[in-house]
């Protein structure tokens, strides 16, 4: 174990990001009026706050078919209107909690199809988010990250509007973009291009990667299984080495031998007190 002081830097934004603060504020407060709430599918990907949540009476039905009672909140990532309705024929109360940022990409969808303009999410087809926005393209629309996608398909539509997951690595979106660019200008192809990835996203990057680039190991606080935390851990070992935790007690000592300069940032649904434990747990080293 080291025995040298480490200095222990965070990055400027950590914590909740405006979206899932605003989620949670929203769900304790109807579970405080009504002692009970339900939501469809975790609301946060961080098992403390579900925990948290859960003992005051918010509990996540994994699927409409679940849902027990006559409210449902939807989570900040949002739905497809298909699901809406679906809860809505049950005559189920929607309580939604959709970001406005993930409103503005579905919007944009939907404005983009239903002006005639296929749809290209760049993102994970299989998250939550993106499912939701495609919904709003009435399925005239896909999900993708291959920047190949023009000379891997055949035929593609002469319309084409192109968007992205909210949570997305900003310069990552712009070489998607410029690939598409070159492969549909050749092709006669009329191209829409919104930019849909979330402010507090852009800042929260950019400030870790600035603190990565000057630090000799960064900790990444947040659920493996949070989108925004995993591109947050992927940007930060381009700089120096990384390790991403959900807790304090996950921090391994030896990771922190000869090291001096500690970085910390965290992913979107992470407490503050969680980073707080992790302070903590450094300066016990
Ligand atoms: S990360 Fe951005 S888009 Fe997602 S919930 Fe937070 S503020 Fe909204």
């Known amino acids: 174990m080291s025995k040298m002081k480490l200095k222990i830097e965070k990055t400027a934004v950590t914590g909740f990001c405006v979206g899932v603060r605003r989620a949670i504020d929203i769900l304790e407060k109807v ?3 009504r002692g009970q709430i339900e939501t469809l ?5 961080n098992r403390h706050v579900m925990q948290r949540l859960a003992d005051i009476g918010v509990r996540a ?11 449902v909140a939807i989570s900040a990532h949002g739905v497809g209107p298909a699901m809406e309705e679906k809860i809505r024929e049950r005559n189920i109360e929607i309580v939604n909690l959709t970001c406005s940022f993930v409103r503005r990409a579905q919007n944009a969808a939907q404005k983009l199809a239903s002006d005639g303009f296929f749809v290209i999410v760049y993102g994970d087809m299989n ?3 993106v499912k939701g926005i495609l919904g709003w393209a009435d399925g005239k629309g896909i999900a993708t990250m291959d920047e190949n996608l023009f000379s891997t398909t055949e035929r593609l ?3 084409l509007g192109v968007l992205s997951q909210t949570t997305q690595i900003p310069v990552r979106f712009n070489e998607f973009v410029k690939k598409i660019i070159d492969h549909a200008l050749t092709k006669d192809a009329e191209l829409r291009i919104i ?3 979330c402010h507090d996203i852009r800042e929260r990057q950019q400030a870790t990667l600035e603190l990565a680039n000057r630090v000799d190991i960064m900790l990444v606080i947040g ?3 949070s989108a925004n935390t995993n591109h947050l851990t992927e940007l930060c070992t381009t700089a120096t080495k990384t390790y991403q935790v959900e807790t304090a007690e996950e921090i391994e000592p030896s990771w922190f031998t000869g090291k001096e300069h500690v970085g910390i940032t965290s992913g979107t649904s992470t407490a503050e007190e969680t980073i707080n434990e992790v302070v903590a747990k450094l300066e016990s080293l």
């Open 31 to 33: 579970a405080r009026e």
């Open 127 to 129: 998250h939550t988010e």
């Open 157 to 159: 539509p002469h319309r």
């Open 61 to 71: 039905a994994n699927s409409v078919e679940e849902i027990q009672g006559n409210t």
């Open 195 to 197: 930019d849909t990835i």
């Open 223 to 225: 659920s493996h299984s």
């Open 41 to 45: 599918g975790p609301v946060v990907h």
